[in-house]
């Protein structure tokens, strides 16, 4: 045990600035998303202003469960996740298919700026423009409809088309910064693989198929069993910055109920444990994904 001990000092000091590179990231995960765990109690607790919380068990889950609010609220979480994991999760892998394929480096280059960009915008910034651009009947989007002898669509209000509104712009946002892990899995890859498939005839399809999309599966599998891990979060900043009063019922999330119900009205309890409820489901679909993944394809998170 004492020389395991040592052996373990002697590592950490050998180490000592990758750990003290490490240390903000550290730092960062205690104060923000460990250390605030043991404030999930109140959500078995009614808060007292002044005096000691009383703790009621199971109370404030029954009253969630219970209210069709949050049966509405869940519905929607779970609608506008599936929608952005189905249409957005693919689209980082085939843009670094293709970028993959582009052979000038300075094209890659300049290709990759400009679709890292949108990542390094806020909501705010981004809601705005998104939202300049679809107005009706003045938007860009519009006056292009117009044109082309279509009647402008009020796409920010209408329940039929503002949940579409996130998934675009989601992927807007996120396409080129997702993809800088498909990316570098694929420039790993070594390059006699490619060219032992070339002497033996295979065609750049067969290539991509049979070499680049099989290198880079341990990688897509990870992600994707991370994406799940978020699946509940359906994205705060973007709703909120988003929604309104016409589309309220369609886009209302958990996050955007739990920020209504918690910090606006002041029913810390109720917040709380709509939010903890999230956190234990986030935690089953990370567990459940990755044994249906090492059952299916022999690779998992851990």
Request: charged share 10%.
């Given at each position: 045990m004492d020389q395991s001990r040592v052996l373990l000092r002697k590592r950490i000091y050998r180490d000592r600035h990758l750990y003290l590179m490490l240390a903000p990231v550290i730092l960062f995960f205690l104060v923000w998303h460990y250390i605030p765990m043991w404030g999930a109690r109140i959500s078995f607790q009614d808060v007292r202003y002044i005096g000691q919380n009383e703790w009621v068990g199971l109370k404030h889950y029954r009253m969630l469960f219970s209210s069709p609010v949050f049966g509405r609220v869940f519905l929607n979480t779970i609608t506008i996740s599936a929608m952005k994991i189905g249409?957005?999760?693919?689209?980082?892998?085939?843009?670094?298919?293709?970028?993959?394929?582009?052979?000038?480096?300075?094209?890659?280059?300049?290709?990759?700026?400009?679709?890292?960009?949108?990542?390094?915008?806020?909501?705010?910034v981004i809601a705005g423009v998104f939202i300049s651009l679809l107005a009706s009947p003045d938007g860009a989007v519009n006056k292009v409809l117009q044109f082309v002898g279509i009647e402008p669509i009020?796409?920010?209000?209408?329940?039929?088309?503002?949940?579409?509104?996130?998934?675009?712009s989601e992927a807007w946002r996120s396409v080129g910064?997702?993809?800088?892990?498909?990316?570098?899995a694929i420039n790993?890859?070594?390059?006699?693989?490619?060219?032992?498939?070339?002497?033996?005839?295979?065609?750049?399809?067969?290539?991509?198929?049979?070499?680049?999309?099989?290198?880079?599966?341990?990688?897509?599998?990870?992600?994707?069993?991370?994406?799940?891990?978020?699946f509940m979060n359906a994205g705060f900043d973007q709703v909120f910055n988003m929604m309104n009063d016409a589309v309220i019922n369609h886009v209302d999330i958990i996050d955007t109920y739990v920020y209504r119900v918690g910090l606006t009205k002041g029913n810390f309890s109720l917040g709380t444990a709509a939010g903890l409820f999230k956190g234990v489901i986030g935690l089953f679909l990370i567990f459940t994904t990755d044994r249906l993944s090492r059952r299916v394809s022999g690779e998992g998170l851990w």
């Open positions: 249409f957005f999760f693919p689209l980082p892998i085939v843009f670094a298919f293709l970028l993959n394929e582009v052979r000038s480096e300075g094209v890659r280059r300049g290709v990759q700026s400009v679709v890292y960009v949108p990542h390094f915008l806020s909501w705010v009020r796409f920010m209000t209408s329940t039929r088309y503002i949940r579409w509104v996130f998934v675009v910064w997702d993809s800088i892990l498909y990316v570098a790993s890859i070594p390059q006699d693989l490619y060219d032992a498939a070339y002497v033996d005839g295979a065609t750049r399809w067969q290539q991509a198929w049979h070499i680049t999309l099989a290198s880079i599966v341990p990688t897509i599998i990870t992600v994707f069993i991370l994406n799940m891990g978020f």
